[in-house]
C-alpha cells in the first residue's frame, strides 16, 4: 500500500500531460456516460418497510395502490363564496382537466362543510411517486382557469405538486450552498499558500471529482436506486473531502520544497510526497468509505442512496490526489523553473520552485500553539477536562427524540405548501388518511366487506377519527383485496394522528377484520409509513453502529499496527460523534433557536439523520486521525522518543488540519442556511462535528492520550524505517 502512492505519482510525474488529459477526458467520460443512460429512480416498492410496507404491498397486488392525486382548490378572495360562480368554475376545471393525457379521473366537486370552499380531486396516471414528474401540465391549466374567472381563488396543491417544489427549492438551496462555500474556501486556500495559482488547484480537483461521481452515480442507480439524495451527498461531501485530500497532499509537497531549499526537482518532490501524505489520503479515503459502507446493513433505500454518493465522491477524490494532481504540480513546477530562469538567467532555481508552491513551511501558528500548551504542560488534566467537556456537550442526546419529517414540515416559501394549509383548513379530514388493507380468498369478499364497514362505524364513534367524513371502500377486480380509508383531523406528525394510528392498530382492527381466521390485514398510511420507518431505523441501529466501532478499530489497526491506537481512535469518534448529535438536539429539538438559524423545531430529530451522521462523522474524524497520527508515527520511526514524536507530529500537521477543517466548517454549515429541516440539521451537526474534532479532540484529547500512554501507544513496538528518497536521476542540483 505504501508503494502505490509513489509509484502512481511517479508515472503522473513523467507522463504529465498524459495523466491530466487523462483525468479530465475520465470526468467527461463518466458525467458524459450518466446523462446518457440517465437515473433510475427509487419506485414506491423501494420505500416499502414494516407493516406499511406490508399493507401497500398487498395492495399493490390488488391493483389498489395509492395514486398521485392533486386537489383544485377554489373559494372567495373575499366574503361569501359565490356558489353559481365556484360550480362554474369546478366545472371549468373538470374539463380542462379531463383533456389532459396525464389525467386518470377526475372526481366530483366536493363542498367544505361551512360551504366557502370547493375543491376538486384530479387522479394522474401512473405510479405515487411519479405524479410530480407529469404534474406541470395540471399547474398551467389552473392558471388558465384562475385567470378565467378573476372574481374567485383557483389554485392547486398535492403531493406531486408538493414534490415539485420541494425539488425546486432544494436545487435553489444548493446553489446557495456553493455560492456561500466556494469564494470562503478560495480565502482559505489563498491563506494558506499565498498563490491563487495553487489555491485553484484544489478547487479544481474538488469539482472535477463532484463532476464524475454525479455521472457515475447515474450509472450506479441502474444497480441500487437513487432515492434522490445522492446528488446532496456527492455535493455535501465532495467539495470538503476533494479540497481536504488535495491540501494534505500539496502540504507535504510544500513541506518538502522548502526543507531541500529548491535542490529537487519537482518530479522528486511529488514522488516525496506521495510517500507520506498519498499513503494518509489513501487510507483516509479507505476508512470513510468503509464507515460509509456500513449504511447498506440498515436495508433502506435512502441510506443506501447516501452510502453509494458518498462512497463514489470520496473514491473519485482519493484517485484524483494520487493520479492527475502529481501531474499538475510537476507542470506548475517546471512553468515557474523556466520563467524563474529566463528572469535570472540560469541561477538557482529554488526561490522559484517555493513560489510556484506558494509560501514556505512554516510552524502551527500562535492559536494552535496556545492551545496545544496545555495538553504538553498538564496532559492529565488537560485530558480529564477537554473530556469532561466533550461529555458534557454529548449530555443532551440521551433525550434524543426521532420523527420521520412529513409533509407538515416543508417550508411554506413553497407555493403548494401555502395552498395546502389553506386546503386543509378548509377540509381538515385530508390532514391523515389510514388505509386498512385485508386480504382473504374472494368467496369471502362479503364477509371481509362487513368486517371493515364495521371497522368504519367504530372509527367514525371514535373522536380521534373525523366525524361526519364517510370511510372509503375499495375492492380489486378478483375479489381477494379490499382496501379502507379512514380519515383523522389532525396533523400526520400530531400526537393525535398518531394515537389514532395505535387506536386503529391495537383496539379496532383486532375486534373486527382483523378477528377473521385466514384473513391478512395491514395498516398503512402517512402516519404508518413515518412510524414504521422511526421503528425500523431504531431497530437497525445497533447493528450498524457495532459494525462501524469494529470497522473503525480494524481500520486503525490496520493503518498503524497498534491495538492501542485502535481503541484510541473508536474512544476519540464516539466523543465526536456524541458531542455534535448532543449539541443538534440542544438546538433543533427545542424552539430557542428558532429565529437564529431560521427553522421551525418539529420537537424532534429527523429519524435519518442521526444513523447517516454517527456514520459520516466516523469516517471523517478518521480524515484527520489517519492524517495526524501518521505524522506521529513518522518521528516515532525516524527514532524521536514518543513525548517528542507526539509534539512534533501535531505540531507538523496542525496548521494543515486546521486549514481542511475551516473548508470543512465552511461546507457543511452552509447547509444551514438552506429551507428543508433535515438538510439544515445535517449541516449543523457535520459542521460542529469538524470544528470539535479538529480543536478539541485533535490538539487536546489526542495528544494529552498520547503524552500519558507514551511507548504503550505504539505496541507493538515501531520499527524505525528509513526516511523515503527520490531516486538520484531526479535529483537536480543548479542551473548554470
Known amino acids: 500500500m505504501s508503494q502505490l502512492p509513489v509509484r502512481m505519482a511517479r508515472w503522473s510525474a513523467r507522463h504529465a500531460r498524459t495523466a491530466i488529459a487523462g483525468w479530465f477526458a475520465f470526468v467527461v467520460l463518466c458525467l458524459g456516460a450518466g446523462i446518457a443512460v440517465g437515473t433510475n429512480e427509487a419506485t414506491t416498492e423501494d420505500y416499502r418497510v414494516g407493516e406499511a410496507g406490508r399493507a401497500e404491498a398487498l395492495a399493490a397486488e390488488g391493483g389498489l395502490e395509492r395514486r398521485p392525486v392533486e386537489h383544485i382548490l ?59 414528474k407529469s404534474v406541470v401540465p395540471l399547474l398551467e391549466q389552473t392558471a388558465k382557469a384562475q385567470a378565467a374567472h378573476p372574481g374567485l381563488i383557483v389554485e392547486e396543491t398535492g403531493s406531486p405538486s408538493i414534490s415539485k417544489g420541494v425539488n425546486e427549492q432544494r436545487g435553489k438551496d444548493l446553489a446557495l450552498s456553493e455560492r456561500l462555500t ?16 495553487m489555491a485553484c488547484v484544489p478547487l479544481l480537483l474538488a469539482l472535477s471529482s463532484i463532476a464524475a461521481a454525479l455521472g457515475l452515480s447515474m450509472l450506479v442507480s441502474h444497480l441500487v436506486p437513487d432515492a434522490g439524495v445522492g446528488t446532496n451527498m456527492i455535493l455535501l461531501i465532495g467539495l470538503a473531502v476533494g479540497v481536504d485530500y488535495t491540501l494534505f497532499h500539496l502540504e507535504r509537497e510544500r513541506e518538502e520544497r522548502a526543507r531541500s531549499g529548491g535542490r529537487l526537482a519537482p518530479e522528486a518532490l511529488v514522488e516525496l510526497a506521495a510517500a507520506t501524505a498519498g499513503r494518509a489520503v489513501v487510507v483516509s479515503g479507505l476508512a470513510v468509505i468503509v464507515s460509509t459502507a456500513t449504511l447498506y446493513v440498515a436495508s433502506d433505500v435512502i441510506f443506501s442512496s447516501l452510502a453509494t454518493g458518498t462512497i463514489l465522491v470520496v473514491a473519485v477524490a482519493v484517485a484524483s490526489s494520487l493520479t492527475v494532481l502529481p501531474a499538475l504540480l510537476v507542470t506548475i513546477g517546471r512553468r515557474a523553473e523556466r520563467r524563474a530562469e529566463r528572469r535570472t538567467g540560469g541561477r538557482v532555481v529554488g526561490r522559484a520552485e517555493r513560489k510556484a508552491s506558494g509560501r514556505t513551511a512554516d510552524g502551527p ?59 386543509t383548513h378548509a377540509f381538515p379530514e385530508l390532514l391523515t388518511r389510514h388505509e386498512v388493507v385485508t386480504r382473504a380468498a374472494p368467496d369471502r369478499a362479503a364477509e371481509v366487506k362487513r368486517a371493515l364497514a364495521d371497522l368504519g362505524r367504530r ?43 395505535d387506536r386503529l392498530r391495537r383496539v ?28 425500523h431505523e431504531r431497530s437497525t441501529l445497533p447493528l ?14 490496520w493503518a498503524f499496527r497498534s491495538p492501542v491506537l485502535g481503541l484510541l481512535g473508536v474512544v476519540l469518534n464516539l466523543l465526536s460523534a456524541g458531542a455534535s448529535l448532543g449539541l443538534l438536539v440542544a438546538v433543533f429539538q427545542g424552539t430557542w433557536a428558532e429565529g437564529l438559524l431560521a427553522f421551525d423545531s418539529l420537537g424532534a430529530i429527523a429519524s435519518r439523520v442521526p444513523l447517516f451522521l454517527f456514520v459520516i462523522l466516523f469516517g471523517l474524524s478518521m480524515d484527520y486521525q489517519v492524517f495526524v497520527v501518521s505524522r506521529i508515527q513518522e518521528s516515532v520511526r525516524a527514532g524521536l522518543p514518543a513525548p517528542e514524536a507526539v509534539l512534533a507530529g501535531i505540531r507538523g500537521s496542525a496548521k494543515v488540519v486546521t486549514s481542511a477543517a475551516v473548508v470543512m466548517v465552511t461546507v457543511f454549515g452552509a447547509f444551514v442556511a438552506l429551507h428543508l429541516t433535515e438538510m439544515k440539521q445535517m449541516g449543523f451537526c457535520l459542521a460542529v462535528a469538524v470544528l470539535l474534532d479538529a480543536v478539541v479532540v485533535r490538539l487536546m484529547v489526542l495528544p494529552s492520550a498520547l503524552l500519558l500512554l507514551r511507548d504503550t501507544a505504539w505496541w507493538p513496538p515501531q520499527r524505525p524505517r528509513p526516511r523515503p528518497r527520490p531516486r538520484p536521476r531526479l535529483r537536480r542540483a543548479t542551473v548554470g
Request: charge should be neutral.
Open 74 to 132: 377554489i373559494h372567495s378572495a373575499s366574503g361569501k363564496l359565490d356558489a353559481t360562480a365556484a360550480a362554474a368554475a369546478a366545472q371549468d376545471v373538470t374539463e380542462r382537466m379531463r383533456a389532459l393525457p396525464e389525467v386518470a379521473e377526475v372526481a366530483a366537486p366536493v363542498r367544505s362543510q361551512d360551504g366557502e370552499a370547493l375543491r376538486v380531486p384530479v387522479v394522474l396516471k401512473g405510479p405515487e411517486l411519479e405524479g410530480r
Open 182 to 197: 466556494l469564494p470562503v474556501t478560495l480565502v482559505t486556500l489563498l491563506l494558506v499558500f499565498g498563490s491563487v495559482l
Open 365 to 423: 501558528g500562535r492559536l494552535v500553539g496556545a492551545l496545544l500548551r496545555p495538553a504538553q504542560r498538564h496532559p492529565a488534566l488537560t485530558l480529564c477536562l477537554s473530556v469532561l467537556l466533550m461529555l458534557g456537550l454529548a449530555a443532551p442526546a440521551l433525550g434524543l427524540r426521532l420523527v420521520d419529517p412529513g409533509k407538515d414540515t416543508f417550508s411554506r416559501d413553497i407555493p403548494a405548501m401555502r395552498v395546502h394549509d389553506r386546503l
Open 459 to 501: 372509527a367514525q364513534a371514535d373522536p380521534l377519527f373525523a366525524a361526519g367524513t364517510e370511510p372509503v371502500l375499495r375492492g380489486s377486480a378478483d375479489g381477494r383485496t379490499t382496501v379502507l380509508e379512514l380519515a383523522a383531523p389532525f396533523p400526520a406528525s400530531s400526537p393525535e394522528a398518531i394515537a389514532s394510528l
Open 508 to 535: 379496532h382492527l383486532p375486534a373486527t377484520v382483523g378477528s377473521l381466521a385466514g384473513a391478512e390485514s395491514a395498516v398503512s398510511g402517512d402516519v404508518a409509513r413515518g412510524r414504521d420507518y422511526v421503528a
Open 544 to 557: 450498524v453502529v457495532g459494525l462501524l466501532l469494529l470497522a473503525t478499530f480494524l481500520m486503525t489497526l
